[in-house]
């Protein structure tokens, strides 16, 4: 399957944990790591996974983990989402990316060795012949694994691997810690250097208020100038970080708010 074959769908297939991979599934190239938010370098990564699944003709897979790792072994780092899982497979799907799998994180995954992550979930029930995987990717208890372990395991196992480099974003990484920093300090055209895209969150509407899931990542407290869903709207960011539809624009249920710039207060 070359890229001129390929149709991309509008949403790559979603696989809520190994159970749910079927029972089908042939050989496929991997990508893997959290991917909050899909920005520039995970579009770079997925990019250069696309190429090796097509020189391959393989499927390309991305593994993903939810909740985020940090959160669940309370390390202190910023975990606020940047983009829901529904949101996560849309992105990647528009990336290339023929399916997600997500992997729910627990402290029992958490404990499993290097070993047993890459023969259990890597060549295992996705049937890796391909990772590709960022050059910082640390894998298994403790983060004892990285890619020259990864490496290792893969010529054992039966699987390649590449790491790619980060792409930079000024004077740092792009990441998602760099553009949680930059939301929060109320950068959003930072923000969407680093996306690609300015930021969207989801949730949902009721009356002038929008109830979005617990931590996730906003601008600070103000009024914006957005898109609810595929309307321009003016929207208030609250102190208890849920948001005020603040002009009018109706309709109630399913709510995707995208950020532009900040609003006059009398806007």
Not at 222 to 244: F, I, T, W
Request: a positive charge; proline letters at 6%; hydrophobic letters at 40%.
């Amino acid at each position: 399957m070359n890229a001129a074959q390929r149709s991309l769908p509008k949403r790559a297939a979603l696989w809520h944990g190994l159970g749910e991979v079927p029972t089908d599934l042939g050989p496929t190239v991997l990508t893997i790591g959290v991917f909050d938010g899909l920005h520039r370098g995970h579009r770079s990564l997925i990019g250069r996974a696309r190429r090796t699944a097509d020189e391959r003709g393989l499927p390309l897979v991305m593994v993903t983990f939810d909740p985020h790792p940090a959160r669940v072994l309370g390390l202190p780092k910023d975990t606020a989402t940047l983009s829901t899982i529904a949101h996560r497979a849309e992105l990647a799907a528009a990336a290339g990316v023929d399916a997600v799998c997500v992997l729910h994180f627990t402290r029992e995954l958490a404990r499993l060795s290097p070993e047993a992550f890459a023969a259990h979930c890597l060549a295992g029930r996705l049937r890796a012949k391909a990772v590709v995987v960022g050059a910082n990717f640390t894998f298994g208890a403790k983060a004892a694994g990285d890619v020259g372990t990864l490496r290792a395991l893969g010529a054992d196992l039966g699987f390649s691997v590449e790491g790619v480099p980060l792409l930079p974003a000024k004077n740092s990484a792009c990441s998602s810690t760099y553009t949680r920093n930059r939301l929060r300090s109320g950068d959003l055209p930072g923000v969407t250097h680093a996306l690609g895209r300015p930021h969207r969150v989801d949730g949902f509407r009721m009356g002038d208020r929008i109830i979005l899931d617990a931590n996730t990542a906003l601008p600070p407290p103000g009024r914006y100038r957005a898109r609810l869903n595929d309307r321009p709207a003016v929207v208030d960011v609250l102190d208890d970080d849920s948001l005020r539809v603040a002009d009018g624009t109706p309709g109630d249920g399913v709510a995707a708010v995208t950020f532009f710039e900040r609003a006059e207060s009398g806007s």
